[in-house]
């Protein structure tokens, strides 16, 4: 009636029409209000919690009544109610199974009353959920032992183990000493039955002498726990170690024996080893003696075959088979130093070097009748190479020929290069029209019939070391001319170099030296009519040809050589001749050697301290021969 006057036009806001609107919705809710309280309450009493919590929520439904405390305070209480019920029920649930051991019965009981709202923290729940979980446990673990204790007493040991094992995984028995203990039987008697076991089964085997058996057995005896250092165990083990290592080397003994009986040496080597490396045998007498046996008859053997074939290919002059088989000999065990293996292989490499020296020989000479100078120079020097050729006068001469050149040992590996001269004509001294020439020089015709070999350089200080043993030079230098000699010292070093190489070497006649210096020339120099310091080494601060001094030797060979293969005729140093110093002999024109007698010797060439003039082909000198100056050396000649 309210809402449809407020619902007529003009009078929407009516205050009377919503005084009285309010007025009957107020009642309506208090009568609604009244009735759910009386519900809950009559309900509270009987204890229906549920429905006691249905009325007390629809009264604080009731439109202004949501905070309602009576309300409030009935919806509380039934709620307790009901949890309490909940929660005593629970509780009964849980003391009987606990009391029957339903454990897992229990323990969901107890679960269901902490889960009660308002008792999730409840002593008396929480106290028996406890005992539930715990007697699951137990209940596990007594069992267990029982088992456990029950297999040990019958030795059961395995079974034993298993069941004491499962005891320690129990939760809250990990750590259970009378499960520990029981363990440890059951471990400690499988441990003994098993080493028991073994050891029967070891002593058994060693008394049939079955070493690798009893071996076995022993080895699983100290295998056992607690048995890892059995001294009783260790014992046997030895006694089957050391049978099976009596068995096999009396074996390999007898295998030996025979084999060195049948003079099988391999055969018994290998048998008399494989004793030696039997344990406790590896220094054995007699096992040694039979290797040594059998190595000796198998060097034996080898050493008779390999002399015998070396002795047959001897015979038929096959060198190289010869040398091959005494070598086989010489490698035998216990042959290396014997002296019919040593000779016979110098007989065969002495053999082959024989036959190729005459082979190369052969070919030499007659390269050189046919004047093939090349082949013959290759064929010579094959020939020296030969063991036991390399000083052979024969082919040294035949080499000498092909090349023009010969090398004499002084020693000490030293050698002097000589150069073949040819035989000639030439005309000695110098022009009477040359203004600057010395009376002494006087021009006339000389022939030297035979060819000869000179020295290709001036003798050095090494040289003359290797064959006089010292060194008397003012300017040292291995390469160096050897001076500060006499011309006594020059014929000493010529007689020891000749009784060395088994060749007349000589100091050179006066003729033979000018014609060698001048090598096919007529002029004052084998360089023309005048000389340059880059030609020879003289005196460079003359009026003419001026240039640097050097004030001293210098190496022989530093200048280019004459057209004959010679250098440093010139200068450097003067040079020894042969001849007493004196006016030439006209008559005596042919191989001329000089004045019979006199008081000074010849020196020619000229040296480092003189101006040119000095060093001319023509030019002569001379000094007494006992005369030692720093700028007086000599080469060699030989025919």
């Not at 406790?280 to 046996?293: I, M, Q, S, V």
């Not at 120099?525 to 640097?548: H, L, V």
Request: aromatic share 10%; proline share 3%.
């Amino acid at each position: 009636a309210y809402a449809a006057a407020l619902a007529v036009p003009g009078y929407a806001g009516d205050a009377v029409a919503k005084a009285g609107l309010a007025a009957a919705k107020g009642g309506a809710s208090l009568k609604a209000y009244t009735r759910a309280m009386a519900d809950g309450d009559a309900a509270l009493a009987a204890e229906d919690w549920r429905g006691a919590e249905a009325a007390y929520a629809a009264a604080l439904a009731v439109p202004g009544y949501a905070g309602d405390a009576v309300a409030k305070e009935g919806l509380s209480a039934a709620k307790g109610g009901a949890s309490l019920e909940a929660y005593t029920r629970a509780v009964a649930k849980g003391d009987a199974a606990l009391a029957a051991e339903d454990w897992s019965g229990a323990e969901a009981a107890y679960a269901a009353a902490l889960a009660v709202p308002g008792y999730a923290g409840d002593a008396v729940a929480k106290e028996g959920l406890s005992a539930a979980k715990g007697g699951a446990p137990l209940k596990v673990y007594k069992l267990a032992m029982a088992l456990g204790d029950e297999k040990l007493a019958a030795e059961d040991w395995r079974g034993a183990e298993v069941a004491y094992a499962a005891v320690l995984k129990v939760p809250g028995y990990g750590n259970d000493p009378a499960a520990k203990e029981g363990l440890a039987a059951a471990k400690g008697g499988a441990s003994r039955k098993a080493y028991m076991a073994a050891m029967s089964e070891g002593d058994f085997q060693l008394a049939a002498e079955n070493w690798s058996g009893a071996e076995v057995a022993y080895k699983v005896a100290l295998g056992a726990p607690e048995y890892e250092n059995d001294a009783r165990a260790k014992e046997g083990l030895a006694a089957a170690k050391s049978g099976a290592s009596r068995k096999a080397y009396m074996r390999a003994m007898a295998e030996g024996d025979s084999r060195l009986a049948a003079e099988n040496w391999s055969g018994a080597e290998v048998a008399y080893m494989a004793a030696l490396k039997e344990s406790g045998y590896e220094n054995d007498a007699k096992a040694k003696e039979g290797l040594a046996a059998s190595k000796g008859g198998a060097s034996r053997k080898a050493y008779k075959q390999a002399i015998a074939e070396g002795k047959a290919a001897l015979a038929f002059e096959n060198w190289s088979g010869a040398e091959a088989a005494y070598m086989t000999a010489l490698k035998a065990s216990g042959y290396e130093n014997d002296p019919a293996a040593k000779e016979g292989l110098a007989a065969a490499r002495g053999g082959a070097s024989r036959k190729a020296y005459t082979r190369a020989m052969a070919e030499g000479e007659a390269a050189l009748a046919a004047r093939n100078l090349r082949a013959a120079e290759q064929a010579f020097t094959v020939a020296l190479s030969l063991p036991g050729y390399g000083n052979d006068a024969r082919a040294r001469d035949g080499l000498a020929k092909a090349t023009g050149k010969l090398a004499l040992d002084c020693g000490g590996g030293v050698t002097l290069d000589l150069v073949r001269i040819p035989a000639g004509r030439f005309m000695m001294g110098s022009p009477s029209s040359k203004a600057d020439r010395s009376s002494d020089e006087v021009q006339h015709a000389v022939t030297l019939s035979r060819a000869f070999y000179m020295g290709i350089y001036e003798v050095t200080q090494a040289q003359w070391w290797a064959v006089m043993g010292n060194n008397p030079s003012r300017f040292k230098g291995d390469d160096n001319p050897v001076e500060n000699v006499s011309w006594y010292d020059a014929m000493e070093f010529c007689r020891k170099l000749s009784s060395k190489s088994g060749k007349k070497v000589r100091l050179p006649t006066e003729a033979e030296w000018e014609y060698a210096c001048r090598a096919g020339t007529a002029t004052a120099f084998s360089t023309g009519e005048t000389i340059r310091m880059d030609q020879a080494n003289y005196n460079g601060n003359a009026d003419f040809m001026k240039g640097i001094e050097q004030g001293k030797t210098m190496r022989v060979g530093s200048f280019r050589a004459n057209a004959w293969g010679l250098h440093d005729m010139h200068g450097n140093v003067f040079e020894w001749c042969s001849d007493w110093y004196g006016d030439y002999d006209l008559a005596k024109a042919i191989d001329p050697q000089g004045v019979s007698s006199g008081s000074r010797r010849v020196v020619r060439g000229g040296s480092w301290f003189n101006i040119p003039w000095f060093c001319r082909s023509a030019n002569r000198f001379r000094i007494e021969p006992g005369g030692r100056l720093g700028d007086i050396g000599f080469r060699v000649v030989l025919d």
